[in-house]
Every structure is written in C-alpha cells, then in structure tokens.
C-alpha cells in the first residue's frame, strides 16, 4: 500500500498545512492551560478535583512542549526527518501525527525497548 512518491519531500504547500494545524493545537492548548491555571488558582474545591487539574496541567504543558518542539523543527529545516535514521518520514504519516520525530520503523524499534 506504500507508493513511491509516499518517499519523497514533504512540498511547501504540505509544510504550510501541518505548520497551521499545530499552530492551531497550539493555540487551543495555550487557553486550556490558563483555563486550568485559572481554576486551580481558584482555589476551592475538593482536593481530590485540585490533583486532577494539576495532573491536566502538568500534561497540557508537555503537549505544548512538544508542539513547540515540532513548530522549531520546521523553523531549522529537520522537520519530516527521522531522528534516528535520518530518513525522511512520509507526508501521510506526518499528516496523522504531525509530532512525530520517528519513521515507522524507528518508532516500531522504540516502542518495543
């Protein structure tokens, strides 16, 4: 099911669809962290709902890491490559999982250590 040009470099036009969709994911997890700031620094509330908004926190912030991470690659130009083989990884993959830093067959190999 893999075609040939599933091989070939991700164009401007592909670059410009992922870089305004996590632009976007960006955007929406930016207000869901103040929003969950703003709610914890509230205060009230049951303990138990306290620690689930900071557990939210704790994981938006690492979601907004990673699209940051995504958004520098693209600015330096290592965007769409494998960060271990250094193959360059499918339009239709990064346009599934725009934050993916891995091949599939790297990432088969990480999520099998």
Do not use: W
């Amino acid at each position: 099911m893999t075609t040939s040009d599933e091989f070939t470099g991700i164009s401007d036009v592909q670059m410009r669809l992922i870089r305004e969709e996590l632009e976007e994911q960006l955007s929406r997890r930016n207000t869901q962290l103040r929003d969950l700031r703003s709610a914890v620094d509230g205060g009230g509330g049951e303990a138990v709902a306290r620690l689930d908004a900071l557990a939210e926190i704790a994981a938006t912030e690492r979601a907004i890491s990673e699209i940051s991470k995504s958004l520098a690659r693209m600015d330096d130009g290592s965007y769409g490559t494998c960060a271990d083989c250094g193959t360059e990884i499918p339009f239709n993959r990064l346009k599934i999982r725009p934050l993916t830093r891995y091949c599939i067959t790297c990432q088969r190999r990480h999520e099998t250590r």
